[in-house]
C-alpha cells in the first residue's frame, strides 16, 4: 500500500510545476518593492529613515552592547574602555567627537580596513553599514547620553518565592500567576511570549519597548482579523512577559484534517499557533521548577498544544513567523495566484476589461533592471497591487509594444488585511506561489545573505506601506498614431494621469500608517521589525550572549562546557575563545547545551519544517540514508529507490517520509526495526519509474534507538503539510520529568530523534 501511495503521489505531481522550471523562472523574477521609485522619487521614497536624539542613542547602546561588550563591558574592558559607559566613551576617553563623526577615532576604528586598528577584531564580523551609519547619525546629531539600562525590581518585591526576576523561574511564575486569574474555559486560548532574556545581558527601556513593538507588528501581519491586537504586559514595570488571547488574532482555527492511507481520518486538533510551536527551538522541560508542574497541570495539558512550551521568545517569533513556511500559513496563503484572487474577492482580468483597474510602467525601475508595470485595484479592505516584471525589455517582454498584454515572468502582490496592514505573495508568471526570490535579480539589503523572502522582507521594505513611482507609458501612448493597432483611448484609461493615481498611492499609503499607528500607539519614527529581526536573524553570537539566552547570569559556567571534546567537536569552541558563532549553528546544539548544563531536557524541534536535519545522537553517523543515484538526481524514466544502512551495533527505529513539491507529505515506512549492519529499502522490492518533470522532492529519515510513535500526516486547504510525531502525552511528559522510565526500563526519549533529509530532482 505504501508503495502505491507514494506512486500515486509522484504521478500526480507530473502534472504541476516543477521545481526545476520553478528555479528557473525564478532566476529571471523580479522582486522587491512593488511601488519601485524612479529618479529624485526613488531617493525620496528609499530615504533612510530619520531618528530623534533618544532613539538614536539607544539604537546605538544596542549596537555596542551586541558588538562591543564582551571585550569593552564593565568588567576588566580593554584598553579601559567601557564601551555602554557614555562619559567615559565621549568625555574620558574621546573617543567621540560630538557633531563630527569623521573626526571620531570611533568611527576611524570601526571603517578601517587594517586587520590591525579595525574594530571589531579580526575573527569577528564587522559592524554592518547600518550599524555604522547609525553611529555616524548619533555622533552627528551630538551623541546624546545612553537611556539607562532598565533597574531590575528587587526579587522579594516581586514575589517571595523568586530568587530573581530574570530568568525562566520568574518567566513561568509571571505566567501561572496570570493564568491562575482566568476561568477554565479561557485558559486553552491563552498563550505567551517573553522578552526577558535580554535582561540578563542588560537591556534600555528603549531595546526592550522595540522588542515590543516588533512582536505587536509581526502578530498584526499573520491575522486577517479587522481589530488591531496588542499583547498584554503582565509582569508590571518589567514589561517582559506578553500575552494574547488567540481567538483576537483567528489563531484559534483548526486548518488541518488527519490523513491515513491517503484518506482524511478526522480534524487534528491542531491549531495556527500550533505551527510556531512545532519550529521553535529554544524550549525544555524544567524538570526542577514546581512552577512548570504546575502549569502542566493547570495550562499546558489542559490546552491541549501540539508541543509543552509554555512561552516564546519575542525576538524569534517576531523574526521566523514572518518568514516562509509560517508566514504562509499562519495567513494560509493560496498556492497559486488565481486563488489568492479569488480569496479577496478581485477578478483582476475582468478589473482591466472594465476600465476599473489603473497600471502604470516604468522603463527604469529603482528594483528592476527591465521595465516594469504595476497595477492597482479596489478591494474589500483597501486595495490590492500586483506587479509585472520581466526576464528582459526586449521582445514581447517589452511593456511598450503592446502595455495592454504583458508577458511577466513572476511578481509581488500586495493586498490590505482588514486590520489596515498589508500581506504578501510573491509568484511566477504561472501564477505559482513561491518563497524566494534569486539574489542575482533582487537583494534583500537588510538580510545577511541579500535572499528577498516572501513575507519578512516585503514587510521589512514596505516599512510605510506604498512606494512612490513615476509612470512612463502614458506619455508613449499618448504619441502613438492613429495607424499602431493598439486601443489607444482604452490604454490612457488604464495607466491614467498622475493627477489620478498619485491620490490612489497617498489613500493605500495613508491607510497603512494609520494602522501602524495603531499598532504602536503613536506615530511611527522606528520601523521596529527591521532592527530586531536583523539582530537576532544575522548578528553573531559572543559567549555573553549566548549565556543570556541560556538564562545564565554569567557566561563562566559556559567556558568549561564549550572547551569540552564534545562541544569543540560541534564547532562551539569560538565561543570559548572570546569569538563568535552564527544564529544557525547555535539553534543546531542549543538542546545539547541546555542538556550539558542541566538546565532541563529539550524539546526538539524535530518536526519543524526549517530543521532538516537533527543528528544529536552518537548514532547518527551510523545511520546512511541514500538512494540508487550517488548524486540523487533522476531523469525521467529512470527506477528509484530508498535505502537506510544501519552500521551501528544496535538495532534502530526508522520511519520515512516523503516530501512533494509543494510540500505534500506521504508516510512511506512506519517504523520500524532495522537490526544492527542490516539494510532498510524502500520500496522493498523492485523499483519507483521516475515521472517527467517533477522537481524537486524530499526524503526525510527519523530515527531512534527505542520505538517512537509513527508520525501523523496532517493536511489543511492553502496550508503546506505537516508530519506531526505524537511525542508529548501527559503520561510521557510526567516520565520525562521525573526520570521513571516506562515498565522500569530505558524509555524514548524525544530529545534524541535523529533526522537526516535528503533532495532527489528531476531534470
Not at 526577558?196 to 534600555?204: E, I
Amino acid at each position: 500500500m505504501i508503495r502505491e501511495i507514494f506512486h500515486s503521489v509522484l504521478a500526480s505531481r507530473a502534472t504541476r510545476a516543477s521545481s526545476l522550471v520553478i528555479l528557473a523562472l525564478a532566476s529571471c523574477f523580479v522582486a522587491g518593492p512593488l511601488l519601485a521609485a524612479d529618479g529624485d522619487a526613488a531617493k525620496k521614497a528609499n530615504a533612510p529613515a530619520k531618528f530623534d536624539g533618544p532613539a538614536l542613542a539607544a539604537s546605538v547602546k544596542g549596537i555596542f552592547r551586541a558588538s562591543c561588550a564582551e571585550c569593552h563591558g564593565n568588567k576588566s574592558p580593554a584598553a579601559g574602555l567601557k564601551i555602554l559607559d557614555h562619559k567615559i566613551l565621549v568625555k574620558d576617553k574621546q573617543e567621540v567627537t560630538p557633531g563630527k563623526p569623521e573626526e571620531s577615532t570611533l568611527i576611524k576604528m570601526v571603517t578601517s580596513d587594517d586587520n590591525d586598528v579595525v574594530m571589531p577584531p579580526g575573527g569577528r564580523p564587522k559592524l554592518r553599514g547600518e550599524d555604522i551609519e547609525a553611529i555616524r547619525n548619533w555622533i552627528s546629531a551630538g551623541a546624546p547620553e545612553f537611556p539607562a539600562d532598565v533597574e531590575q525590581p528587587v526579587a522579594k518585591d516581586v514575589d517571595p518565592g523568586l530568587k530573581d526576576v530574570v530568568g525562566v523561574d520568574y518567566v513561568l511564575k509571571q505566567i501561572h500567576g496570570y493564568v491562575s486569574t482566568l476561568n477554565v474555559a479561557d485558559r486553552r486560548y491563552v498563550r505567551f511570549f517573553s522578552t526577558n532574556h535580554m535582561l540578563t545581558a542588560g537591556a534600555s527601556r528603549a531595546e526592550l519597548d522595540l522588542q515590543y513593538q516588533a512582536l505587536c507588528k509581526a502578530i498584526n501581519h499573520l491575522s486577517w482579523e479587522r481589530r488591531i491586537v496588542h499583547p498584554k504586559v503582565i509582569d508590571g514595570k518589567t514589561a517582559t512577559v506578553f500575552a494574547i488571547d488567540l481567538r483576537e488574532l483567528g489563531w484559534q482555527k483548526q486548518p488541518y484534517q488527519k490523513y491515513r492511507d491517503g484518506h482524511a481520518s478526522g480534524r487534528a486538533n491542531f491549531n495556527l499557533f500550533d505551527l510556531a510551536l512545532l519550529e521553535y527551538p529554544y524550549a525544555a522541560l524544567y524538570q526542577d521548577s514546581e512552577t512548570f508542574d504546575q502549569l502542566m497541570q493547570e495550562f499546558i495539558v489542559p490546552s491541549e498544544m501540539v508541543r509543552p512550551i509554555a512561552y516564546l521568545r519575542a525576538d524569534w517569533f517576531s523574526s521566523n513567523a514572518t518568514l516562509p513556511p509560517l508566514y504562509e500559513d499562519f495567513l494560509q496563503l493560496p498556492f497559486e495566484l488565481a486563488d489568492l484572487e479569488k480569496m479577496l474577492a478581485i477578478d483582476s482580468q475582468r478589473e482591466v476589461d472594465d476600465r476599473v483597474a489603473q497600471r502604470a510602467g516604468m522603463s527604469i525601475s529603482f528594483v528592476s533592471r527591465n521595465n516594469r508595470v504595476v497595477e492597482r485595484h479596489r478591494s474589500r479592505d483597501g486595495s490590492y497591487w500586483k506587479s509585472f516584471d520581466f526576464r528582459t525589455s526586449k521582445g514581447n517582454e517589452n511593456m511598450f509594444i503592446d502595455p495592454l498584454n504583458l508577458h511577466p515572468v513572476g511578481g509581488e502582490m500586495i493586498f490590505t488585511l482588514p486590520n489596515g496592514l498589508q500581506g504578501y505573495l510573491l509568484a511566477l508568471g504561472s501564477g505559482a506561489r513561491i518563497e524566494a526570490a534569486p539574489t542575482e535579480i533582487v537583494t534583500d539589503k537588510a538580510a545577511l545573505d541579500k535572499v528577498v523572502r516572501n513575507g519578512l522582507s516585503c514587510i521589512r521594505c514596505h516599512d510605510r506601506g506604498m512606494k512612490e513611482f513615476s509612470d512612463n507609458v502614458r506619455d508613449a501612448v499618448l504619441k502613438l498614431p492613429g495607424s499602431s493597432g493598439l486601443d489607444k483611448r482604452f490604454l490612457l484609461e488604464l495607466y491614467p494621469e498622475e493627477k489620478v493615481m498619485k491620490p490612489l498611492v497617498k489613500e493605500d499609503t495613508d491607510r497603512f500608517m494609520g494602522a501602524m499607528e495603531r499598532v504602536l500607539g503613536k506615530s511611527q519614527k522606528v520601523e521596529p521589525l527591521t532592527p530586531v529581526s536583523q539582530n537576532f536573524l544575522d548578528s553573531a553570537l559572543s559567549l555573553p550572549v549566548a549565556s543570556s539566552e541560556l538564562g545564565l547570569a554569567s557566561p563562566a559556567d559556559l567556558e568549561h562546557i564549550f572547551r569540552t571534546p564534545t562541544f569543540t567537536g560541534l564547532g562551539l569552541l569560538p565561543l570559548a575563545a572570546g569569538g563568535v558563532v552564527r544564529r544557525d549553528m547555535w539553534e543546531d546544539y542549543y538542546d545539547q547545551v541546555v542538556r550539558a548544563l542541566g538546565i532541563g531536557i529539550p524539546i526538539v524541534p524535530v518536526d519543524g519544517l526549517t530543521r532538516p536535519d537533527l543528528q544529536a545522537s552518537p548514532e547518527a553517523a551510523n545511520l546512511v540514508l541514500t538512494t540508487n543515484k550517488k548524486n540523487n538526481i533522476f531523469a525521467p524514466g529512470d527506477e528509484m529507490f530508498i535505502t537506510v544502512k544501519n552500521k551501528s551495533h544496535v538495532a534502530m527505529y526508522v520511519e520515512l517520509i516523503g516530501t512533494g513539491v509543494k510540500g505534500e507529505k506521504v508516510l512511506l515506512v512506519a517504523p520500524q526495526t532495522v537490526a544492527a549492519g542490516e539494510t532498510l529499502r524502500f520500496p522493498k522490492t523492485g523499483a519507483i519509474k521516475v515521472q517527467p518533470s517533477l522537481g524537486k522532492e524530499r526524503i526525510s529519515m527519523f530515527a531512534n534507538p527505542y520505538e517512537f510513535p509513527c508520525a501523523e500526516i496532517l493536511r489543511g486547504e492553502n496550508i503546506v503539510d505537516r508530519a506531526v510525531h505524537p511525542f508529548y502525552t501527559a503520561t510521557d511528559i510526567k516520565g520525562y520529568l521525573q526520570h521513571t522510565p516506562k515498565g522500569g526500563e530505558a524509555h524514548f526519549d524525544p530529545g534524541l530523534m535523529i533526522k537526516k533529509t535528503i533532495d532527489i530532482e528531476t531534470k
